[in-house]
């Protein structure tokens, strides 16, 4: 009697299908933990695979940068593309290089105080770069974020502060812009580096060249949003047309500046160092 009785639940097919199915509260909560598991496993491994892919990118913009500053200076003698003076125009170095780097500006877009184009330049903005455009110039509508800007550098030797590959729009040294053949150590000595901030936008002033001690002030604040590829490290080009990522300390190495990275000053000389295009 008894196991007819078991053999009746056994037939029964909708108490088959749910002893069969069924999951107990226990063995649920097991799933989701091994779950949660492999999903705290591995999206420390996709963000760390992102950034990479965001170094890389930024890398190789640079080095399309590198060819447009070479097709410029085989068309200017040598010369890397200058800023102008702020009481002379409003072209920069970015707007120099914009017949060569695939946009085709008129000479009437470069001499704009904001470039405003269909077309603006993906190749000058690090896709790690996540600052925003300055509200003021994006409820204008104007203004394409920029990330890179060139070393601050003046005429001749007689500075040991400012030695890199053109003059800023703000002094005397707006207009001139260095030549490729006074440089020897062309894979030691860079050409231009990364400034994210809100208001370096294409074609304008702001941001159009980079100077040690500014970068040495974040270095030493260790503001993260400045430094999208970790805090003191940045992708350089340099002007064998290579680029490379360096922490900004080793950029310093060979001059007295590299005894200390945090307090870069403006009597702080280059000479040397990785800033240097006269060495």
């Not at 030797?157 to 053949?181: D, E, F, L, V």
């Not at 001690?213 to 270095?219: P, Q």
């Not at 990522?245 to 403006?266: C, H, I, K, R």
Request: net charge positive.
């Amino acid at each position: 009697m008894t196991r007819k009785l078991q053999n009746r639940r056994d037939s029964n097919p909708a108490t088959a299908r749910r002893t069969g199915t069924a999951f107990t509260l226990i063995e649920l909560l097991v799933v989701i933990s091994i779950i949660s598991i492999l999903i705290a496993i591995l999206l420390p491994a996709l963000a760390k695979a992102r950034d990479s892919a965001r170094t890389i990118q930024c890398a190789a913009n640079q080095h399309q940068l590198a060819i447009a500053f070479a097709m410029y200076q085989d068309a200017s003698e040598g010369y890397f593309p200058a800023n102008d003076k702020a009481a002379v125009g409003q072209v920069q170095w970015d707007d120099r290089l914009g017949t060569y780097d695939g946009r085709q500006l008129s000479q009437g877009q470069k001499n704009r105080v904001y470039i405003n184009t269909n077309n603006p330049g993906v190749l000058y903005k690090c896709p790690a770069d996540l600052i925003e455009t300055d509200i003021t110039l994006r409820y204008a509508g104007i203004g394409f974020r920029r990330t890179y800007a060139v070393t601050i550098g003046v005429p001749g030797k007689t500075s040991s502060a400012s030695r890199g590959i053109a003059g800023p729009y703000h002094n005397t040294s707006g207009g001139w812009a260095q030549n490729t053949r006074e440089i020897r150590k062309t894979s030691r000595t860079i050409v231009l580096g990364e400034l994210p901030f809100s208001k370096n936008v294409l074609g304008y002033q702001a941001g159009d060249t980079m100077d040690q001690v500014g970068i040495s002030n974040r270095f030493r604040n260790k503001s993260h949003d400045v430094w999208p590829h970790g805090v003191g490290r940045s992708n350089w080009l340099f002007v064998d047309g290579h680029s490379q990522l360096l922490p900004f300390d080793a950029t310093l190495a060979g001059s007295p500046a590299a005894n200390n990275p945090e307090n870069v000053g403006w009597s702080t000389s280059m000479v040397g160092s990785m800033w240097d295009t006269w060495k």
